[in-house]
């Protein structure tokens, strides 16, 4: 069975704060996982992706995420969040090289002024 | 960055009517995906396609359900007929060859039946 879970359904966090967006998952074979962002009103943009190498990987607008085999997660990060980070935040897995995404419930970051 | 457009934003329409949700996926690209959003819920794989054939579906893509791309022009989704539980957003997605797991989605058409 294939799944996403994120923990926290929402996160509230002040301007300039550090915010850590977690992401859990089970998968079996050889594994794709990428954060998506939604901002409200638009559909799902890409942030950031992993499947092999360094563990740490950076995305777009300061974002960086880790993935870690042996917890089995895929958490995202962010040292200092400005109000426009406001969105939810999607996890998703798949096979490598496969359209079919599975995603986790999202996370709503809320950022305080 | 690359756009998907999807057409309309919102589709009203009555139980038992059809309707065709419409998208525009990226022009390079060659694999399509529908996607389904109930409020408050996570996004669900519906469908994707490829070359003119739908590669895999999922168990929410019910016989109501068709897909299409006719001579390149808009990728479609058709319901025929509607149910109340059919009432969310439709995200279509596209991605390009090299890269299938980076999806570029359109902002979505949402779709109430009454």
């Known amino acids: 069975t294939q799944t996403v879970s994120q923990s926290d359904a929402h996160v509230t966090v002040f301007e300039g704060d550090s915010v850590e967006l977690r992401c859990n998952y089970s998968?079996?074979?050889?594994?794709?996982l990428s954060w998506y962002i939604q901002h409200h009103g638009h559909g799902l943009q890409f942030l950031l992706k992993?499947?092999?190498?360094?563990?740490v990987v950076q995305g777009v607008n300061g974002f960086e995420a880790e993935f870690s085999k042996s917890d089995s997660s895929f958490h995202l990060r962010k040292a200092s969040v400005h109000w426009s980070d406001s969105a939810v935040y999607f996890c998703a897995v798949s096979g490598y090289n496969q359209g079919k995404l599975i995603f986790g419930q999202g996370t709503k970051l809320s950022i305080k002024p | 960055g690359p756009k998907v457009l999807q057409i309309p934003s919102h589709q009203i329409i009555d139980m038992g009517q059809m309707v065709t949700l419409n998208c525009d996926p990226v022009?390079?690209?060659?694999?399509f995906y529908w996607y389904k959003q109930i409020l408050g819920q996570q996004m669900e794989f519906l469908v994707n396609?490829?070359?003119?054939?739908?590669?895999?579906k999922s168990k929410l893509f019910k016989d109501q359900f068709s897909v299409e791309r006719p001579d390149g022009s808009y990728f479609t989704l058709k319901i025929q007929p509607t149910a109340l539980e059919d009432s969310a957003v439709y995200f279509c997605?596209?991605?390009?060859?090299?890269?299938?797991?980076?999806?570029?989605f359109g902002a979505g058409t949402r779709l109430s039946v009454l």
């Open positions: 992993y499947y092999s190498g360094n563990p």
């Open positions: 997605a596209s991605s390009p060859t090299g890269e299938r797991n980076t999806l570029y």
């Open positions: 396609f490829y070359n003119g054939k739908v590669m895999e």
């Open positions: 022009s390079n690209h060659l694999y």
């Open positions: 998968y079996g074979g050889s594994i794709y």
